[in-house]
């Protein structure tokens, strides 16, 4: 299955200074997890959104297997409205025009 790519998970991690994202965690991150599951059910879904930057939770090694990663989660209403940016970021002309310093998976 899919999973980050690189550039992302370089970019997710330089966000909080290398570090693992669990609060009160002081490690640094050493792997991508996602917010929402990366099920085939939910890459039919949300096929921009899974493996987006925005689904990108990033962690030391200590808490990939952990309790505490199962408390950050994202609701699917949320994946929605990312789904949809990302959507019309990729389709509207004008939305490229005004954004097109960012990416948009493929």
């Keep these: 299955m899919r999973t980050f790519a690189q550039e992302d998970r370089e970019n997710a991690y330089n966000a909080k200074h290398g570090y693992c994202w669990i609060n009160g965690c002081t ?30 939770f ?14 950050v989660r994202i609701v699917e209403g949320q994946a929605r409205m990312y789904e949809d940016w990302l959507y019309k970021f990729k389709t509207d002309s004008d939305w490229q025009e005004k954004y097109g310093h960012m990416k948009c998976a493929e």
Excluded at 28 to 51: C, D, P
Excluded at 58 to 68: G, K, L, N, Q
């Design 27 to 56: 490690k640094k991150a050493e792997e991508a997890h996602h917010l929402l599951e990366n099920t085939k059910l939910n890459n039919e879904k949300y096929s921009l959104f899974i493996q987006s930057i925005f689904n990108l």
């Design 58 to 71: 990033p962690i030391c090694h200590d808490h990939y297997d952990s309790e505490e990663i199962y408390k």
